[in-house]
């Protein structure tokens, strides 16, 4: 069982950072793989970056080099940084078991890069 809220998201301009941080409910979270997501208007939800419960990481092509997954297991929660920012990162961005599941899913939080 698991819940998650996602926050940090905000309005940035091109090149701006941001951190994105995701709080888990539940005991089992160190177990669990997670997901960032993001769903752009009009597009589907694709998955930007991961992290195993051993702190294997992975990237979608199109942030790699610019945004980090982190995990800090005593704090049930997970991070994105988001770095050198583009417009096309624009988005709700949620976090998830990886691969997701579907009654996890929480509200998101927005990032806008937009000058």
């Known amino acids: 069982q698991g819940q998650f809220v996602e926050s940090g998201g905000g309005l940035v301009q091109p090149g701006g950072s941001l951190r994105l941080s995701c709080v888990a409910s539940?005991?089992?979270?160190?177990?669990?793989?997670m997901g960032w997501f993001r769903q752009a208007p009009g597009k589907q939800r694709e998955l930007v970056a991961g992290?195993?419960?051993?702190?294997?990481?992975y990237y979608a092509d199109v942030v790699k080099g610019r945004f980090t997954i982190s995990r800090d297991t005593a704090k049930n929660t997970v991070y994105l940084q988001l770095t050198s920012l583009k417009p096309e990162d624009t988005a709700v961005y949620y976090c998830?078991?990886?691969?997701?599941?579907?009654?996890?899913w929480g509200l998101g939080t927005q990032v806008t890069v937009s000058s």
């Open positions: 998830n078991k990886n691969p997701p599941v579907t009654s996890y």
């Open positions: 539940g005991s089992f979270f160190r177990l669990y793989s």
């Open positions: 992290i195993s419960s051993g702190g294997s990481t």
